[in-house]
């Protein structure tokens, strides 16, 4: 069963870290292939052809690519347990708009603060970040999760990035532990999964990575 | 008990144009209110608070937005007659993942096409007609996107073919000649009444962009 599910990964990948979580939350075991990006296997080249990223997921050799899809496929498929999505169209919907969010707008923010060259623009896109996260913080409100009682696809979309930037605990002057206390809240609820917290990395250790990434490309 | 459908509508945007492909080909009666997206509505606004954007669908007065998870809402409520996306969980994760992409490739580089000018334009014109030709790999020799019926791929698609004439004038290229097979789809989907009734004029589409060129300050 394992050979079926295969995984090409990037360890520091938050978009890798959803596909995890969601094989985890399912019980699916599979084989994880660490890519080197300055080195794309011909696996990953022949497999995702299109933009020659990770994660790809390949299932008894057909591929799928980009995480939010991925982890819709493994959702649909794998329905026996552990629902991602919620089965009511109009939830469903809610969940998707949310997790669109968080690439559309809160990844694009955090893209931009990594290349950010100058004080200046590490400052706005700080503070556009700091007002994301509010918005986040808004739209969890008192649910345990944001997919309410349960553990689901926007807490998976949300979680692996959201990590990274919590273990680090400020941006900037904001410390987002105190600030954001909902978010805080969830993400220990979140790392008491199992499949979150084996999924995740030291975010010490992302943060190292992320840093040596800006020093190579000048940015430090 | 009857549904009420409203669709928070602008008649130039691609995006909306999808909603209504969807709407039409399910047989859904829906009151579309077009928006002042200069002077936004209150009702917009509360109902797409996070974006202000349309298209909205509001269904029995609960709100859904992004077009794409519109469409998916759409196909999933009215489940009993012209699916959208296949049943295969393969398949649909294709057909997402190609839906995804002319959201990344086509309909972000058709925004940029007309505003920029020299090798900008040329840059962008580049990336638009690859991603054309990509889905036309895609497309291969099947009738639409979906197979024998039009799909989820062709009702993210064929919108912003109501914008091709504007992009060949502003960028002064020919897209039939970039790319025949994706204007050969267009018009094989133009004869189904849920997509021309759905699709504007292209040259009121062109008058529109001549306008707001000027508005803008560009020539």
């Known amino acids: 069963m394992a050979e079926e599910v295969v995984l090409l990964d990037l360890w520091v990948s938050p978009y890798a870290a959803r596909v995890k979580i969601a094989l985890a939350e399912k019980g699916i075991e599979y084989e994880s292939k ?29 591929p799928i690519s980009e995480s939010r899809i991925i982890v819709q496929y493994i959702d649909e498929l794998w329905n026996h347990k552990s629902p991602l999505l919620p089965s009511d169209p109009y939830a469903r919907a809610h969940a998707r708009f949310w997790a669109d969010f968080v690439d559309q707008k809160i990844q694009g923010t955090m893209y931009r603060l990594f290349e950010a060259a100058s004080s200046e623009s590490r400052e706005a896109a700080e503070k556009e970040l700091i007002e994301d996260f509010k918005v986040m913080e808004g739209e969890l409100g008192k649910k345990p999760y944001f997919g309410g009682e349960t553990f689901g696809f926007v807490d998976i979309a ?15 002057n904001f410390n987002l532990v105190e600030e954001l206390p909902k978010l805080a809240a969830w993400v220990k609820r979140c790392l008491q999964r199992e499949s979150v917290s084996k999924s995740l990395h030291d975010p010490n250790k992302v943060y190292e990575f992320i840093s040596e990434l800006r020093k190579k490309r000048g940015l430090e | 008990m009857e549904d009420k459908v409203i669709l928070l509508d602008f008649w130039s945007s691609s995006y909306a144009m999808r909603v209504r492909i969807a709407l039409e080909e399910k047989g859904i009666q829906y009151e579309a209110r077009e928006q002042n997206l200069v002077d936004k509505s209150p009702l917009l606004v509360d ?50 993942f190609w839906a995804d992409y002319i959201d990344k490739k086509i309909y972000t580089n058709g925004k940029k096409l007309w505003r920029e000018k020299g090798e900008k334009q040329e840059e962008v014109k580049r990336e638009f007609i690859a991603g054309l030709r990509a889905l036309e790999g895609e497309l291969g020799e099947k009738v639409y996107f979906g197979g024998e019926r039009i799909g989820f791929v062709d009702v993210a698609l064929v919108p912003i073919s109501s914008w091709f004439y504007s992009f060949e004038k502003c960028g002064n290229f020919s897209i039939e000649k970039e790319c025949p097979k994706i204007v050969a789809w267009v018009k094989r989907c133009m004869q189904k009444k849920s997509v021309s009734k759905s699709l504007p004029d292209p040259q009121k589409i062109y008058g529109y962009v001549l306008q707001l060129k000027q508005k803008l300050g560009i020539d």
């Open chain 1, 34 to 62: 660490e890519e080197d990006l300055s080195n794309k296997s011909s696996l990953l080249l022949e497999m995702n052809p299109v933009y020659k990223k990770v994660p790809v997921l390949i299932h008894k050799g057909k």
């Open chain 1, 158 to 172: 949300f979680i692996p990035s959201y990590r990274y930037y919590y273990g680090h605990e400020t941006l900037g």
């Open chain 2, 47 to 96: 109902m797409n608070p996070i974006h202000k954007m349309i298209p909205v669908l509001i269904h029995n007065g609960k709100p859904t937005c992004e077009s794409l998870v519109i469409v998916e809402y759409i196909d999933q409520v009215w489940n009993d007659r012209s699916p959208l996306l296949p049943s295969d969980p393969y398949q649909r994760s294709q057909a997402r």
